[in-house]
């Protein structure tokens, strides 16, 4: 770490005491932000800091603690491929075990001295003249000569708009800010949502709270799990024999991989939905229950769940499935368009993120001074899915067009991460400054993007949900197979971007050193 020219500093500190200056400054320390860092730290670059709000490692791992939180990927393939596992206990591994994995990893590769904890972004605003980022995070300043966003979309809840939440007067939570000091033994909850999040944590607190209402606005797709242990013989194969578990992984990826045909022609989903189907049959008794719980959509238009609990617990006596619209809450109860007064002591959120509008997008500034979120105006973009025009030397992961709905996206990050170090490597060894997509090269990828989409049950499949901005673009999806993202990340090209030499001598100057694939 170095030191540069002075820069705004935060009220009450030195404001002439030198800047650090890193080489890369890294947001967030979950899958992103850790896997951006060892592979630093393996190509010889130690030059950077990870800039955490907060106290621990594992993202959105760390923050969704709910009872039943866990993976609907297999374990062997969420997971980074340089650190396997050999000792997860299930097929679909739970959200501690997944934390556990994250904050073992960061120890092993030693990436925790590295990391910065309470330190919350702020603001990163691009110095054009120094050709370098400057990074507020309210405990200090950094400048860095290059900016990786690994924040990611599963970061800040999203609370549903409904006039007098706020006057509730019993406990109001998000599931991805669990209330694990509050008893909910023989409380009367409303659940407002029925996506991935609510579809675990309603079978958990269904036996125990005394009446459950689950307002659901569009039902879901709900597959069979198929999850089980891994025996102790499997895990002592995979320790003994690495190549084993590379084979499961590979074997798991490719499988999933054939998930897109249905995608992209929604006809070839009738046989999925009729498994579906056919599991809410065999798991929910009641005929009006069934008919309020089965989708009216393609499967597939909107993010198909994995469950073997969810379903029963809806056919409880104690729980309520309740599908009219809901107009008010007041302080003791919910309101429904049917005029119902719905009462409740507790309502607990599964609504989901703010998937098309990162809150760090707002906290990034450009070269012309205005914020990412600005640039974007409600629609994501970026070239590649990572580098963004008018934002030199920004890397965003799992940001525009790289979330998937078939496959791992550890897999899209660790892609996203060959083409971090690959651009470094190439500035690096010809001396340029800032680099940032040209507008043609970006809007040739939106455009391909929006092409592949045609057609596919995202658009056609007659639902409206996250895939989809607010504009009906498709700003969050990969349309198509993981395998042909990889290989057109796997090399920076320089012909497809602007190329600043550098104003300075380099303050980075180690080589960034090339990785196995």
């Known amino acids: 770490m170095t030191e540069a020219t002075p820069a705004a500093t935060p009220p009450g500190e030195d404001q002439g005491a030198p800047v650090p200056h890193l080489a890369v ?270 989708p009216d959509y393609a499967m597939g238009c909107k993010r198909i769940l994995l469950s073997n609990d969810y379903l029963p617990a809806l056919d409880r006596d104690n729980v309520e499935v309740i599908t009219e619209k809901i ?13 119902i007064e719905h009462e409740v002591d507790t309502i607990i959120a599964g609504t989901g993120f703010a998937i098309s509008d990162l809150p760090i997008s707002h906290r990034v500034h450009g070269r012309d001074g205005r914020s990412l979120a600005d640039h974007w105006g409600g629609t994501m973009f970026a070239h590649n899915g990572t580098m963004i025009t008018g934002f030199p030397n920004v890397f965003t992961l799992l940001g525009p067009n790289t979330g998937l709905g078939h496959n791992s996206v550890v897999f899209m990050i660790e892609s996203q991460i060959a083409l971090v170090l690959d651009t470094l490597r190439h500035m690096r060894a010809h001396g340029v400054g800032a680099v940032e997509p040209t507008q043609a090269a970006q809007d040739a990828f939106v455009a391909e993007m929006q092409r592949k989409t045609e057609g596919t049950v995202w658009v056609d499949g007659g639902c409206s949900s996250w895939y989809l901005d607010a504009q009906g673009n498709n700003s969050a999806l990969w349309p198509t197979f993981t395998m042909p993202f990889r290989r057109r990340v796997r090399r920076f090209r320089p012909e497809e971007h602007h190329l600043t030499p550098s104003g300075r001598r380099s303050r980075g100057s180690t080589p960034i050193g090339e990785l196995d694939p």
Not at 192 to 202: K, P
Not at 327 to 339: F, L
Request: aromatic share 10%; net charge negative.
């Open 327 to 339: 107009v008010e809450i007041r302080p003791n109860a919910v309101v429904t368009a049917d005029g």
């Open 25 to 294: 400054a890294i947001v967030g320390n979950g899958f992103s932000g850790l896997g951006t860092a060892i592979r630093l730290r393996q190509a010889g670059e130690d030059d950077f800091l990870i800039f955490e709000r907060h106290d621990d490692v594992g993202g959105t791992w760390r923050d969704n603690s709910y009872p039943g939180c866990a993976c609907d990927v297999p374990s062997h393939l969420y997971s980074f491929s340089f650190a396997p596992n050999p000792d997860w206990s299930r097929s679909f591994s739970a959200q501690p075990e997944i934390h556990a994995y994250l904050q073992r990893v960061s120890a092993e590769y030693d990436i925790d001295r590295f990391t910065r904890h309470r330190h919350e972004v702020l603001d990163a605003t691009w110095d054009d003249t120094a050709q370098h980022w400057v990074v507020n995070t309210g405990q200090g300043v950094w400048t860095a000569d290059a900016l990786v966003l690994g924040s990611g979309a599963l970061s800040d809840p999203s609370f549903p708009d409904v006039p007098g939440l706020e006057d509730f007067e019993g406990p109001v939570f998000h599931s991805a800010t669990w209330r694990h000091d509050l008893d909910l033994r023989g409380r009367r909850v409303a659940v407002i949502g029925t996506g991935a999040s609510a579809i675990q944590f309603v079978p958990e607190i269904a036996p125990v709270v005394g009446d459950l209402k689950v307002f659901q606005r569009t039902p879901p797709w709900i597959m069979p799990r198929r999850d089980r242990a891994i025996t102790g013989i499997e895990k002592l194969l995979f320790r003994w024999f690495p190549p084993a578990q590379r084979l499961v992984r590979e074997a798991i990826y490719w499988g999933r991989e054939t998930f897109v045909f249905g995608f992209r022609d929604p006809r070839r989903m009738a046989k999925a939905a009729a498994l579906a189907e056919a599991h809410m049959r065999r798991q929910v008794d009641d005929p009006a229950l069934r008919e309020k719980i089965t």
